[in-house]
């Protein structure tokens, strides 16, 4: 027997979040609002690292989801200066 998830139809509200939690911005705000963090996180001897464009909002949702499966974790602001290129995650067009 297969299970589906529960669900209500409710039609007053046409827009659902896929994925609740995360933020959604408009394309005008992500040049002028969105910041450098800098994401490090660790695992034994495997660390991976890289820096990527976000609102804080999303920051510090992506620590908190980071933070349960690594033993070692930091997501900081950084200044778009200091931006390593190379291991720049750029957001999607």
Excluded at 9 to 34: H, Q
Excluded at 56 to 73: F, G, K, M, N
């Amino acid at each position: 027997m297969i299970k589906y998830p529960l669900y209500k139809k409710n039609n007053s509200r046409k827009n659902t979040l896929l994925y609740p939690g995360l933020t959604t911005v408009s394309l005008d705000r992500i040049i002028t609002y969105m910041q450098y963090y800098y994401v490090m996180c660790q695992k034994g001897s495997v660390t991976h690292r890289c820096y990527v464009q976000l609102d804080p909002e999303s920051a510090d949702i992506l620590h908190d989801s980071l933070q349960q499966r690594y033993d070692l974790v930091q997501v900081c602001d950084v200044p778009r200066g200091s931006v390593e290129s190379h291991i720049l995650i750029s957001p999607a067009p």
